[in-house]
């Protein structure tokens, strides 16, 4: 694997609480989500097959938190590739600006929690893949 591989997949652990109760994960901005929360959404019920994602983002940082289930994850910063496995609630993957991404093989229950640092802003959006390469260089 080369360093530049590596580089593009950086997780971050969290600390979980557990007592008699059970387990608790608490995601705070700028304490263990290292940019400031502006935004929260979360993806479930995909269907079978589906490949999402398909984009980079021009200025918008994110994490992904896969809290139930599993999924796949490609990221693609333009010089390398890396294919990762999300199937833990209490690891979350950072996903920075410029970064082709697309998410597939989710279980059935799978719900991924996705933090942002903005709002949402097609304009941000890069969809087509040759436009991102180009924006890389
Ligand atoms: C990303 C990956 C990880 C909204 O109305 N508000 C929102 O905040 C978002 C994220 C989406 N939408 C609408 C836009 C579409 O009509 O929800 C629909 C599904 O969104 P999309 O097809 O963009 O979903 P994914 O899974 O391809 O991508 C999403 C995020 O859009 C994207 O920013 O990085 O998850």
């Not at 400031?36 to 079978?48: E, M, S």
Request: proline share 3%; aromatic share 10%; charged share 30%.
């Amino acid at each position: 694997t080369r360093p530049m591989t590596l580089a593009l997949a950086r997780f971050v652990d969290f600390a979980v609480k557990g007592d008699e109760f059970g387990w608790l994960v608490a995601l705070e901005g700028e304490r263990n989500v290292s940019f400031p929360i502006k935004r929260a959404y979360y993806i479930f019920g995909t269907r079978p097959g589906v490949r999402r994602g398909k984009h980079a983002h021009r200025q918008l940082t994110q994490m992904m938190v896969c809290i139930a289930g599993r999924c796949t994850v490609l990221l693609d910063d333009g010089k390398a590739s890396v294919e990762v496995e999300l199937a833990r609630n209490d690891r979350g993957l950072m996903l920075d600006r410029m970064i082709w991404h697309e998410m597939y093989d989710f279980s059935p229950d799978c719900v991924l929690l996705v933090l942002a640092d903005n709002r949402y802003d097609e304009a941000d959006y890069i969809r087509n893949y040759d436009v991102f390469k180009a924006a890389c260089t």
